[in-house]
């Protein structure tokens, strides 16, 4: 399974430890195209390619390629909310993770998609059973 893990760079790297987290267990279910998200020494300058429209080539590619995508979306992101967007627009299944109890508001066009899987959560832990239970259940589902 190619998983699409997507999650805020520019708009902010306070959660790159959490997203680092997730996407060592999602390894376990497959590969992870978007590893570089959850790299610490990234920085919100989002200096992972060597200019934006190959960044954005190379993302949509990746994107492309995925069976799914995985979202931690409680960090306020525009890159990650036109990721989500293309990616309902392709028919890809679509995970959203927002974190309870922090200073963000979950946006309306993320909670209120027919087309988007969202898994409330406060701790990582408390993530890893519900997430499995939807990649096996779209595992199974192929």
Known sequence: ???????SIRGGRQDAGLY?????YLKTFGEVLT????????????????????????DLEWLQSSDVIVAEVTAVSMGVGYEIGRAVEMGK??????REGTCSNLSAMI???????????????EL????????FSYKGSK
């Open 1 to 7: 399974m190619k998983i699409y893990f997507a999650g």
């Open 20 to 24: 680092e987290q997730i996407i060592q």
């Open 35 to 58: 590893e570089h998200v959850g790299d610490p020494s990234l920085t919100s300058a989002g200096d992972d390619g060597p200019n934006d429209r190959f960044i954005h080539d190379r």
């Open 93 to 98: 299944p679509v995970l959203c993770l927002f």
């Open 111 to 125: 909670a209120g998609c027919s087309n988007v899987n969202l898994i409330y959560y406060s701790e990582f832990e």
């Open 128 to 135: 890893k059973k519900p997430l499995q239970k939807y990649l």
